[in-house]
């Protein structure tokens, strides 16, 4: 009898080491439900957050065009509050200063043209004329000047009016390449280098933000007729379907729990195994 009861004692242990096992997997798949239904809650919040943007961006380009901020607003010019709204410039283009951007567009690889603007109250604000095919070598026609002195007082041409979408500067992301004025290369229209690389401040001050101009705004016989209008204005939405995904794997860990659940339930347990034995 002592020798079988020695030997039952590792076997009545079992049992509490496998019930302690189910009740860890179940407290790591209720943390799993937890989880999971919180992301797929923070899913449908950004959703919300993304068609309040999209609605937002939709009015704004569709609304009648606008004076620019004036400059007590500039410091407070953010994405939120100003990118895409329509405005309306007036002004002499400086075309010797313009700065070709790499760009990759529709229409294929090429350069967007962003020439400064100088308008009647004293403020220079860069336009991005448009986009022309890397075959015209813009880099090399559109050299790196430097304006000397006031570039506005000695602007020559007539004025003219952009109607377009305001931006906000463009600065180096962790995917593009860094702009190297010296060598006019520039991959981001980053307007306070562009600014000081092509020696705008003189000529007062420079609006933090440029202005993507329309179709058909360039006026006639100006250098390269840059083809306008090509901004994507395109943001994507996939929250609603990270959502569904996140709920879906909280209800199948949900589903899993009660299956062990109910196995359990039914006598599949390992008390049964013992009585079996």
Not at 140 to 168: F, M, Q, W
Request: glycine share 10%.
């Amino acid at each position: 009898m002592a020798g079988d009861d020695r030997a039952a004692a590792p076997r009545s242990a079992v049992p509490a080491r496998r019930r302690g096992v189910s009740l860890l997997l179940a407290a790591v798949g209720l943390l799993l439900i937890v989880l999971f239904a919180g992301l797929g809650t923070w899913q449908v919040v950004r959703l919300q957050w993304k068609l309040d943007l999209i609605a937002r961006v939709n009015a704004r380009v569709h609304a009648a065009p606008a004076p620019p901020p004036p400059r007590a607003r500039w410091a407070g010019i953010t994405a939120a509050s100003d990118e895409y709204r329509r405005v309306m410039l007036h002004g002499t283009y400086l075309y010797d200063l313009t700065t070709p951007v790499q760009a990759l567009t529709e229409e294929g690889s090429g350069y967007w043209l962003l020439t400064p603007m100088c308008t009647a109250d004293g403020s220079t604000i860069l336009v991005n004329r448009g986009f022309i095919p890397a075959e015209l070598g813009a880099r090399t026609r559109y050299a790196p000047e430097r304006a000397s002195g006031d570039p506005c007082a000695a602007a020559a041409g007539p004025a003219v009016d952009v109607t377009g979408l305001l931006r906000t500067s463009e600065r180096n992301g962790v995917f593009t390449r860094t702009n190297d004025p010296g060598a006019n290369r520039w991959y981001t229209r980053d307007v306070a280098a562009i600014a000081a690389a092509r020696g705008l401040g003189a000529a007062g001050p420079v609006a933090p933000f440029f202005v993507d101009a329309g179709a058909h705004q360039n006026p006639a016989g100006s250098p390269d007729q840059p083809a306008g209008g090509l901004t994507v204005v395109n943001f994507p939405n996939s929250h609603l379907v990270y959502a569904i995904t996140w709920y879906a794997l909280a209800l199948m860990v949900a589903g899993a729990l009660w299956w062990v659940a109910r196995g359990r339930g039914q006598g599949y347990d390992d008390d049964d195994d013992e009585r079996h034995d």
